[in-house]
């Protein structure tokens, strides 16, 4: 038979000791990943399986299960970790063909590769470098609901009646 211990009643310490002691001494363990899971998630992020389902299916997981641990957080402290692995290794690729699409043969597409280097790299056109043309023609009707004594509008008016019911004008 097991015995208790019996462990003396402390009393709370004053809010000013509370504030000043130190956070707890024990090493935060970090949790260990099922390799399944991690098989899953190299999947996932490596774009082999486009749904967890079907990651889940291909290592011999349930889908829930697979959802469910996907949402612990140490699990997703390791998928952003494996994520910007994954994009750091396709950044270098990114920018040796940004690099080769500035000699392409297409004028078009060797332009729009300058440009997006020269904003990378700080350069870019001033937003202020547009024109405008054409500012005061305004395009479509302009229906004036104002009163007829009223004559806001400089723009041309022109009189118009409608139609009646049965097609005539009056």
Do not use: W
Not at 14 to 39: G, H, M, N, Y
Not at 104 to 118: G, T
């Amino acid at each position: 038979m097991r015995t208790r211990h019996h462990r003396p009643h402390r009393l709370p310490m004053p809010s000013q000791a509370v504030a000043t002691t130190p956070q707890s001494a024990e090493p935060d363990i970090q949790r260990r990943i099922p390799k399944r899971l991690r098989q899953v998630i190299e999947l996932l992020v490596t774009g082999e399986c486009a749904t967890q389902k079907a990651a889940a299916d291909r290592c011999g997981m349930h889908p829930s299960h697979v959802s469910r641990s996907l949402k612990e957080p140490h699990v997703r402290v390791f998928i952003e970790r494996r994520a910007r692995e994954t994009i750091a290794a396709g950044l270098m690729r990114a920018s040796a063909r940004l690099n080769e699409l500035v000699d392409a043969d297409s004028e078009h597409v060797s332009f729009d590769a300058s440009k997006h280097l020269l904003a990378l790299a700080g350069i870019k056109p001033t937003a202020d470098a547009q024109v405008s043309v054409n500012v005061e023609i305004k395009a479509g009707y302009v229906i004036d609901l104002s009163e007829p004594g009223d004559r806001a509008i400089s723009a041309p008016y022109v009189e118009h009646d409608l139609p009646n019911a049965d097609g005539s004008r009056g």
